[in-house]
């Protein structure tokens, strides 16, 4: 399947990084064919690139990077060639993921309410070995309450006295972006 898919061995490091260079999304790329998938870069580090801030509209493609990342990363650690030309990845100890809309209505949960006990529990037991994707929180309630969620969940995962986990946050609150000039990473 690698040399048949032009996958490459990444190079796995005790350092918290995730270089992908010409990353591709390994099951979009076999539906559409050798070449049509548009190859993109990833660069997390815990300390210039800890947390890169996805914001696009609809059906730009920020959930298929999201998910990319995961992938190449879960490829990796299990000894399996990457749909990448370069990828340097640092060894993670879980990948925590909040995508897409769920509820758990016999139970009294509504979608936004699972949204947040699991973006919770992702915030409790990150670590900075850890890699986080996280899509559209808050986008389940009102849009000042839903960008102030955002916001704070942003401002903890940066903070430098946190866990400052390896984090893709896909958006589409696009006065988030704001932050990069307040916060490093």
């Known amino acids: 399947v690698a040399l048949r898919r032009q996958y490459l061995r990444p190079e796995m490091t005790e350092e918290?990084?995730?270089?992908?260079?010409?990353?591709?999304?390994?099951?979009?790329?076999?539906?559409?064919?050798?070449?049509?998938?548009?190859?993109?870069?990833?660069?997390l580090d815990r300390d210039t690139h800890q947390l890169l801030l996805l914001t696009a509209p609809n059906m730009s493609g920020k959930s298929v990077n999201l998910r990319q990342t995961a992938l190449i990363v879960l490829l990796a650690q299990i000894g399996s060639f990457v749909p990448a030309q370069q990828a340097r990845i640092g060894i993670v100890d879980r990948i925590f993921t909040r995508i897409g809309a769920a509820d758990?209505?016999?139970l009294g949960e509504s979608t936004f309410a699972v949204e947040m006990i699991e973006t919770a529990q992702i915030?409790?037991?990150?670590?900075?070995?850890?890699?986080?994707l996280l899509d559209e929180i808050g986008?389940?309630?009102?849009?000042?309450?839903?960008?102030?969620?955002?916001?704070?969940?942003i401002e903890f995962l940066v903070?430098?006295?946190g866990p400052r986990p390896r984090t893709l946050f896909a958006t589409h609150f696009h006065e988030l972006t704001a932050l990069a000039d307040d916060y490093t990473g």
């Open 104 to 106: 758990n209505l016999t």
């Open 123 to 132: 915030l409790h037991y990150a670590t900075p070995r850890s890699l986080l």
């Open 16 to 43: 918290p990084v995730l270089q992908i260079t010409g990353g591709r999304h390994p099951v979009v790329e076999a539906i559409l064919g050798p070449g049509k998938f548009v190859e993109n870069d990833t660069v």
């Open 139 to 153: 986008r389940g309630t009102s849009t000042s309450d839903g960008l102030s969620i955002a916001r704070a969940i």
């Open 159 to 161: 903070d430098t006295d």
